[in-house]
């Protein structure tokens, strides 16, 4: 059974930082691409951002001022969150996309085969 674990959320104050990370555990686990999204109280999940192995190539929610990053070899994916604002308060969640087939969409949570528990980010003025 593989299973993502996010850590580093918290809570900061506006303008500060955080470095939320996932790493994947279980069995032999294969990624294609792995992702960040978010959920606000009372809100739909959003997409954040995304990187795909092959090549290194990133995705990212438009407005979006983080920045992710990963270690393939290590199915570890980062997400390095400044300037962050209250509407940045959410459960960010980590998923991974294992099929190199097919047609992949980084914004579409259908395209993921495992979710992360969430990491719960506040954010207060």
């Known amino acids: 059974q593989v299973q993502l674990v996010e850590s580093g959320g918290g809570s900061v104050q506006a303008g500060g930082s955080l470095r939320l990370s996932c790493a994947a555990s279980?069995?032999?686990?294969?990624?294609?691409?792995m992702g960040w999204f978010r959920q606000a109280r009372g809100k739909e999940r959003e997409f954040v951002a995304a990187?795909?192995?092959?090549?290194?190539r990133t995705f990212y929610a438009d407005s979006v001022r983080f920045s992710i990053s990963g270690d393939n070899a290590k199915n570890t994916v980062y997400l390095q969150m400044n300037s962050l604002k209250p509407e940045d308060t959410a459960v960010y969640y980590c998923?991974?996309?294992?099929?190199?087939?097919?047609?992949?969409?980084?914004?579409?949570?259908?395209?993921?085969?495992?979710w992360g528990q969430g990491t719960q980010v506040t954010v207060s003025s």
């Open positions: 279980g069995r032999t686990f294969s990624s294609y691409a």
């Open positions: 998923a991974a996309r294992t099929s190199y087939s097919g047609r992949y969409s980084p914004a579409g949570g259908d395209d993921y085969d495992y």
């Open positions: 990187i795909r192995w092959t090549g290194g």
